[in-house]
């Protein structure tokens, strides 16, 4: 019997942005102790959160 999938698993999804954001979004998760892509997942996180679109 296959094993059931964890709900929270994360999933890879791809974005285009200006080098000029790229690297401030680097600059910033350097100096948060983060990866760039973890910082990312935070703001629209904290974003989706604020704007009712996420519990």
């Given at each position: 019997m296959a094993r059931p999938k964890p709900q929270n698993k994360p999933v890879a999804t791809?974005?285009?942005l200006d080098a000029?954001?790229?690297a401030a979004l680097a600059k910033a998760a350097m100096a948060?102790?983060?990866t760039s892509t973890?910082?990312?997942?935070?703001?629209l996180g904290d974003?989706?959160?604020e704007n009712g679109y996420l519990k």
């Open positions: 791809t974005m285009r000029a954001l790229k948060d102790g983060r973890s910082l990312a997942a935070k703001i974003w989706l959160k």
